[in-house]
Each structure stands twice: as C-alpha cells, then as structure tokens.
C-alpha cells in the first residue's frame, strides 16, 4: 500500500451539473472528515464503506462554506484503487471544483499525477497492466464497437488469454527440469514430443492473437483514410456529405484545399479517419506546391485511399500520374458527380479497377451506402463474429512477436541437440516478454510511459 494519499478534479473542466474531486489514501477519509459539515452531524470515519452523505465543505479556519455537496464514501479494499476513497460531488464548473481541491491540498493530501488512481489500481494488484491499459482506450474510444472492444479488454479478455499461454510455458519448464531430474527415463529433449508438441501450440496460440491485431488495431485507431484526386473532382464535397457537415470550403476553383483536413467517421462501428487533401498536380503556387507535397506524405501513411475521379471530365494526365503514385497501396476508387452528364472513359474506369468502384454523387448521396459497405469489407474481410476477441493495443502485439520469436529460438536449440538449459532460457525470456502485456515483468520506465498517457483524475 502507498503511503501518501492524492487527490484531483475527476471530472471534465468547464459548466456541468456536477463536479467530482476523488481522494484515494490512507488519510482520505480523515482530510475529507476536516472539511465536511453533515447536516446530521455524521462523522465520516465512523460511517459504512460505500456510503453518501449530504452537507457542505468549508474551510475550518475562516468558517466560510465553499459549496453543498454530497461526498461519497468507500472504504479499502473493496475500491478502485484498493485504497480508502473519497469522492465529493459539487457544483459542476471550474471555480467550485478548484477550491475544493484547493481546500483538500492544503488539509494534506498532494496533487495526484495523470493516470496515478488507474497507477495504484495496478500497483495494489486489482487489475493488471492490459486492464489499465484498457481504462484509457474505454475514454478514447471513438465509436461503439471499439468502447465495446475496451471494456472486453478491461474485464480481463486479454489477461486470460495471456496467462493461458504463459501457465502451459511453466508447465513445459517444469517438465524440462522433470527430465533432468530423471535421466534414467531414458528420454533426450531432442527427442521429447511432448515438449516440441508443447512449443508449437503455444506459438500457434500467439499466431492466433496476432492474426486478430490488424482488425483491432484499426477498430482501436481508426482507420487512416486518404481522399485523393486531381483539384476540383468533388474531394471535399465528398468529406462533407459522409461528415453531415460543411467542414471542408467547398468552391469552383481549382486548389480550394491548401492543406489536409482530418475528421472521423464511424462505419458500422470502424472509427474512419478521414483526410482530405489538396489536389495533386504540378504547380508553381507555393502555397499550393507544400499541400501537394503533404497529400503525397499522407499517402505513404495511409491504411486506405479513396481516389476520387470526376465523372463530368475525362480523364487526364493528373489522373494517370496519381494512379503510378498509388500502385502499390489499398485503394478504393469513387466515380463522383454522376448527377452531371458523363464525360469519362467508364471502360477505362473498369480497366483500372473492377472489385473496389464505387459509383456516387456528393450532391445527392446516391451510391453511399455501397462506399460504406465496400470500405467495411475491404477493412474486415468477413467482418466480425459476436464477441471474436481482438487484440488491439500494438505494445501487446511487440510483446507477442518477440515471445513468438524466443519460442522459435526453443525449437531451434531442441532441433541442434543443445542442452536442456539453453531451452529453459528461451522459455523464460518468452514468458518474460508475456509478462510484459500484463505488466507482471514490466520495469518502472515501462509502467510510468504508460499511466502518464492518462488524464489527471483517472
């Protein structure tokens, strides 16, 4: 149990109903006691855990009330952190929430750092380091289906599967000291299926993880989409129509866009990162030459692009340009403007691709529904069964492939007839790099990266 006990505004900066300033100590209780006033004259430390009580925080020096309130009490170590907690619901708005944190500083609780509740949450073992991890993606989560994936994660989906894979490594271990503790059995490690047979489903049980991690990593991300065309074949008009929204400048004049636009979307559940870029094509505006130079870097960067072609105009030498620029990437193409009559080679449209062509109208939004479900199956292929676990953080992904490759390194020492020492090494560094998902063998650099991603008050 840590020593000192913190404190922090919980809730978002700004006007709302209520604010919230979470304590979690040793001392919580006892500071909160000094600064609360019931209107029954309950003492707080003499209350049931899991408790609310009505009153009023003042400050015992001047007397003066700082707001009404409600406190919450919960008591170690049935809490968040598994240390005694105070929550105090005020008044929603920055002033009242500040002076109350103010107040509760100076009664001897310190400025708690960002993640630091989630910190002790790990530190005193109530969840383990994917979990923590899970807090903040459930936060950041940017539409239903990746909060959904979060919360798995935060309930231990992850956990399990890793502890799966790391128990069957302690078992081979100790079935490796087995046969050096037994050399009359007559059974050389080389020769051992049970230990081969054992490495192989424990690598095929991390392949089985690590085929998930693109699906999750996208569902988690987003999907980084690119919107790319020659000026003025409808790339904004298009961000708009999918956004609802005018948020792009939208004009006759070649090269509107100067720079890149970012804004997501969510398709049945995939966040979609879109960006809308400036026309490619040569030209000597200097403005307009950086925004050029800028879509290209997207490009490089892109998990998706939509080439937007203009149905009204046949196709030109920009067009042909920014074909050789994505020939290797993943691209979906859209015929836009197929409310104004046709002007395009549809033949040589088809030529260039027959399976991701969309035919559609910004203006009208015809065809959208066929661009949102292309983009779905190109993204998940079969899309996702009910409850199809996930992995989706890529710190986890690291882990795996370099527990992957010491399993690998195991089959390579068995298949060299090394010793059985030199296999116990590369089965504990596998079960290390394991330990680092659920923080179990994660350093104390690792673990404050981590929790320093986390607001202040979480």
């Given at each position: 149990m840590i020593d000192d006990t913190i404190a922090a505004i919980s809730t978002a900066v700004g006007e709302a109903g209520i604010s919230i300033i979470r304590i979690s100590g040793r001392d919580a209780i006892k500071i909160v006691s000094g600064i609360f006033k019931s209107k029954r004259n309950i003492d707080l430390k003499a209350v049931k855990s899991h408790t609310v009580h009505y009153g009023f925080i003042y400050d015992s020096e001047s007397n003066e009330v700082y707001d009404e309130v409600l406190v919450n009490v919960m008591k170690s170590p049935h809490t968040y952190t598994k240390e005694d907690i105070v929550e105090i619901n005020c008044h929603g708005g920055y002033v009242p929430a500040k002076r109350i944190?103010?107040?509760?500083l100076k009664n001897g609780a310190r400025l708690a750092e960002p993640g630091e509740f989630t910190k002790r949450a790990f530190i005193n073992g109530?969840?383990?380091?994917?979990?923590?991890?899970?807090?903040?993606?459930?936060?950041?989560?940017?539409?239903?289906?990746?909060?959904?994936?979060?919360?798995?994660?935060?309930?231990?989906?992850?956990?399990?599967?890793?502890?799966?894979?790391?128990?069957d490594l302690v078992a081979l271990i100790a079935h490796i000291f087995a046969l050096m503790d037994f050399p009359?059995?007559?059974?050389?490690?080389?020769?051992?299926?049970?230990?081969?047979?054992?490495?192989?489903?424990?690598?095929?049980?991390?392949?089985?993880?690590?085929?998930?991690?693109?699906k999750g990593r996208i569902i988690r991300e987003g999907l980084n989409t690119v919107i790319i065309?020659?000026?003025?074949v409808g790339k904004s008009s298009l961000l708009n129509a999918l956004l609802n929204e005018n948020r792009a400048i939208v004009t006759d004049i070649p090269g509107t866009t100067r720079d890149i636009i970012e804004e997501y979307l969510n398709i049945k559940g995939i966040p979609i990162k879109l960006i809308d870029t400036a026309g490619i094509r040569d030209t000597d505006e200097l403005v307009e030459k950086i925004g050029v130079e800028r879509s290209k870097e997207a490009i490089n960067k892109?998990?998706?692009?939509?080439?937007?072609?203009?149905?009204?105009?046949?196709?030109?030498?920009?067009?042909?340009?920014?074909?050789?620029?994505?020939?290797?990437?993943n691209v979906l193409y859209v015929l836009n403007k197929i409310d104004l009559p046709s002007m395009i080679d549809l033949d040589e449209?088809?030529?260039?691709?027959?399976?991701?062509?969309?035919?559609?109208?910004?203006?009208?939004?015809?065809?959208?529904?066929?661009l949102e479900n292309t983009v779905y199956s190109m993204v998940m292929e079969n899309g996702l069964s009910n409850n199809e676990f996930l992995l989706t953080n890529m710190r986890h992904k690291d882990a795996l492939l370099k527990a992957k490759e010491n399993l690998m390194?195991?089959?390579?020492?068995?298949?060299r007839g090394l010793t059985e020492d030199f296999v116990s090494i590369d089965l504990n560094a596998a079960i290390d790099n394991l330990g680092l998902i659920t923080g179990e063998t994660a350093n104390e650099d690792l673990i404050n990266e981590i929790f320093e991603r986390f607001c202040v008050g979480k």
């Open positions: 944190l103010e107040l509760v109530r969840i383990d380091m994917s979990q923590a991890e899970a807090v903040i993606d459930i936060i950041r989560s940017k539409t239903a289906l990746s909060n959904k994936y979060a919360v798995m994660q935060l309930s231990g989906s992850v956990k399990d599967k890793i502890n799966e894979i790391k128990n009359d059995e007559d059974v050389e490690i080389f020769n051992d299926s049970e230990l081969i047979d054992g490495i192989k489903n424990a690598i095929r049980k991390i392949d089985e993880l690590l085929d998930s991690s693109e065309g020659k000026p003025n892109a998990d998706l692009i939509i080439f937007v072609f203009d149905n009204s105009r046949p196709l030109e030498k920009e067009d042909y340009e920014i074909l050789r620029i994505i020939d290797d990437k449209i088809r030529r260039i691709s027959n399976e991701n062509y969309i035919s559609l109208s910004s203006v009208t939004k015809e065809g959208f529904d066929a390194s195991c089959l390579n020492t068995i298949e």
